[in-house]
């Protein structure tokens, strides 16, 4: 793990603002720091603290560091909501043998509205400066990306997933989430905020991010602490929407009702309980799955709700639940070693937890799914994935991973 060479007491000052309507377009357009969701959230500006980690001690590894910052720093928050006082945007890696950086960043500035209130956070290692927002740019072209198949093209992924299947019957495991790529090539990278305002624009229910580089709009709410209370959203099973209205129901009422889906949508569901449960005196899950309309999927849900009862803060969940049998399968360890071989790629980011989390620990922390990373070169990796169990047909994930890949083809002009 590293950090930036700073003090370590940082100086946070949090005041309310009268109007900061729209956030996205205020943000850095080559770094942009992005969390939004209903048109609520933070964007955060600039750079004072960076805090990298990496394998398998990754996110307790950045706990640790920033709850020695966090309790180090003097904080001065006029307004006290989620979002206010000292916070980090955060992004991990999906696997611990990851080549790819995790990453806790802290801003310089947040801007943030939630509840009809808004604000701005200053952050530096001295008494910052009265807070001047930036007004927003001005709207402009998504930036056109051509996407091509990565490592694991179409063919490839179908012999993949036949081959979880075989194992599956063979009693291996019981669930695999496989996932491939789509790679591109940006050109201009000043244009990422029109990106990521596609996205808030067209997918309004999904936490919609951007973190060093990787940006998303997952409908996947791994874990958020509020106060003491914990809550989760956790997703298996998908089916297209429909061409018209009786259609669309017809495919939320055969979701429903599939045994294939309910029983993937079953163990991610096992799995979160089992992992949240030991830290909270109570847990309570919806009664029944769900279907959650998407503007290009249906997808089954079961919302999680509980009272913490061990002090655990967010990154402590996050460490706890990561990664879920929504993204990695069951049982997870032998589940993750059939993905590393069949993938045959580093999911860097793709699946990992992305979120922020304030000076008491408490966030918001999102699975990094509908997401591309974006390096310094241009290079998009746009991934998507499904959950392969005994009865998956190679062709039908195929497809789904295409309907999966369109929030991010769409927002880069495709």
């Given at each position: 793990?590293?950090?930036?060479?700073?003090?370590?007491?940082?100086?946070?000052?949090?005041?309310?603002?009268?109007?900061?309507?729209?956030?996205?377009?205020?943000?850095?357009?080559?770094?942009?720091?992005?969390?939004?969701r209903r048109d609520e959230g933070i964007v955060g500006l600039g750079e004072v603290l960076r805090i990298e980690s990496s394998g398998h001690s990754r996110?307790?590894?950045?706990?640790?560091?920033?709850?020695?910052?966090?309790?180090?720093?003097?904080?001065d928050d006029r307004v006290g909501l989620p979002g206010t006082g000292l916070v980090a945007f955060g992004a991990f890696a999906f696997a611990d043998e990851?080549?790819?950086?995790?990453?806790?960043?802290?801003?310089?500035?947040?801007?943030?509205?939630?509840?009809?209130?808004?604000?701005?956070?200053?952050?530096?290692?001295?008494?910052?400066?009265?807070?001047?927002?930036?007004?927003?740019?001005?709207?402009?072209?998504?930036?056109?990306?051509?996407?091509?198949?990565?490592?694991?093209?179409?063919?490839?992924?179908?012999?993949?997933?036949?081959?979880?299947?075989?194992?599956?019957?063979?009693?291996?495991?019981?669930?695999?989430?496989?996932?491939?790529?789509?790679?591109?090539?940006?050109?201009?990278?000043?244009?990422?905020?029109?990106?990521?305002?596609?996205?808030?624009?067209?997918?309004?229910?999904?936490?919609?991010?951007?973190?060093?580089?990787?940006?998303?709009?997952?409908?996947?709410?791994?874990?958020?602490?509020?106060?003491?209370?914990?809550?989760?959203?956790?997703?298996?099973?998908?089916?297209?929407?429909?061409?018209?209205?009786?259609?669309?129901?017809?495919?939320?009422?055969?979701?429903?009702?599939?045994?294939?889906?309910?029983?993937?949508?079953?163990?991610?569901?096992?799995?979160?309980?089992?992992?949240?449960?030991?830290?909270?005196?109570?847990?309570?899950?919806?009664?029944?799955?769900?279907?959650?309309?998407?503007?290009?999927?249906?997808?089954?849900?079961?919302?999680?709700?509980?009272?913490?009862?061990?002090?655990?803060?967010?990154?402590?969940?996050?460490k706890a639940v990561h990664p879920t049998a929504a993204v990695a399968g069951t049982p997870r360890k032998i589940a993750l070693r059939a993905i590393a071989?069949?993938?045959?790629?580093?999911?860097?980011?793709?699946?990992?937890?992305?979120?922020?989390?304030?000076?008491?620990?408490?966030?918001?922390?999102?699975?990094?799914?509908?997401?591309?990373?974006?390096?310094?070169?241009?290079?998009?990796?746009?991934?998507?994935?499904?959950?392969?169990?005994?009865?998956?047909?190679?062709?039908?994930?195929?497809?789904?991973?295409?309907?999966?890949?369109?929030?991010?083809?769409?927002?880069?002009?495709?």
């Amino acid at each position: 793990m590293s950090q930036t060479h700073a003090p370590a007491r940082l100086v946070v000052r949090t005041v309310a603002v009268d109007e900061t309507e729209p956030l996205i377009p205020r943000t850095d357009p080559r770094h942009p720091l992005v969390w939004m969701r209903r048109d609520e959230g933070i964007v955060g500006l600039g750079e004072v603290l960076r805090i990298e980690s990496s394998g398998h001690s990754r996110i307790e590894d950045a706990a640790s560091a920033w709850t020695s910052i966090a309790a180090a720093a003097d904080i001065d928050d006029r307004v006290g909501l989620p979002g206010t006082g000292l916070v980090a945007f955060g992004a991990f890696a999906f696997a611990d043998e990851s080549e790819a950086m995790s990453v806790l960043i802290v801003p310089e500035l947040v801007i943030g509205r939630r509840d009809g209130r808004a604000w701005a956070t200053r952050i530096g290692f001295e008494t910052p400066a009265e807070v001047t927002i930036p007004e927003p740019a001005p709207k402009r072209q998504v930036p056109r990306v051509t996407f091509e198949p990565g490592t694991l093209p179409p063919e490839a992924y179908e012999s993949a997933v036949a081959e979880a299947v075989r194992r599956i019957d063979a009693g291996e495991f019981e669930k695999a989430v496989l996932a491939r790529q789509l790679v591109g090539t940006l050109s201009d990278d000043a244009g990422l905020r029109a990106t990521i305002n596609r996205l808030a624009e067209d997918y309004p229910d999904t936490w919609v991010f951007a973190v060093d580089g990787l940006i998303g709009a997952s409908p996947e709410t791994l874990v958020r602490v509020d106060h003491g209370t914990v809550s989760a959203r956790v997703l298996a099973g998908t089916a297209p929407r429909g061409a018209g209205e009786a259609s669309d129901r017809d495919h939320a009422a055969t979701l429903a009702a599939s045994e294939k889906n309910l029983a993937e949508h079953a163990l991610a569901v096992a799995s979160a309980v089992q992992r949240l449960e030991p830290h909270t005196t109570r847990l309570d899950t919806s009664p029944e799955p769900f279907t959650l309309q998407l503007p290009n999927l249906w997808h089954l849900a079961t919302d999680l709700k509980g009272t913490l009862g061990d002090g655990s803060n967010s990154l402590d969940l996050v460490k706890a639940v990561h990664p879920t049998a929504a993204v990695a399968g069951t049982p997870r360890k032998i589940a993750l070693r059939a993905i590393a071989e069949l993938e045959g790629f580093d999911r860097g980011r793709y699946a990992g937890p992305v979120g922020w989390v304030d000076g008491d620990g408490d966030g918001e922390w999102a699975i990094a799914l509908r997401c591309a990373q974006v390096d310094l070169d241009g290079t998009v990796t746009a991934y998507a994935g499904c959950g392969i169990v005994h009865d998956s047909v190679p062709a039908d994930e195929l497809a789904e991973t295409d309907m999966k890949f369109r929030p991010i083809v769409e927002a880069f002009g495709g």
